[in-house]
Nanobody, 118 residues
Framework: QAQLVESGGGLVQAGHSLRLSCAAS????????MAWFRQAPGKEREFVAR????????AYADSVKGRFIIAKDNGQNMVFLQMNSLKLEDTAVYYC???????????WGQGTQVTVSS
């Protein structure tokens, strides 16, 4: 049993910020990795950021490094993506994902749309 539910997407102007949330209910939180991916129109899904649930270790795609921050709240079983200095190319559907090994995400949320305007 697992459920991931994203929220917080919307329309935002370039240069501004937006915070996405993901409520996670998974089979186990030990060794859990949670990540954000995104998919822009006409493009393949791409990795954005990852956080390890226990250690808090983070990893980012080069395209968002220095602008986005992935964070978690273990007490609420939630993961967040703070998106700063948004660019037009950040426009995409953002998905929350969970798994137990890097590059092996077995649980996915429904996605939330982020649209960046000029």
């Amino acid at each position: 049993q697992a459920q991931l539910v994203e929220s917080g997407g919307g329309l935002v102007q370039a240069g501004h910020s937006l915070r996405l949330s993901c409520a996670a209910s998974v089979r186990s939180y030990s060794n859990l990795r949670m990540a954000w991916f995104r998919q822009a129109p006409g493009k393949e899904r791409e990795f954005v950021a990852r956080i390890k649930w226990v250690s808090g270790d983070t990893a980012y795609a080069d395209s968002v490094k220095g602008r986005f921050i992935i964070a978690k709240d273990n007490g609420q079983n939630m993961v967040f993506l703070q998106m700063n200095s948004l660019k037009l190319e950040d426009t995409a559907v953002y998905y929350c994902a969970a798994g137990y090994f890097d590059n092996d995400y077995e649980y996915w949320g429904q996605g939330t749309q982020v649209t960046v305007s000029s």
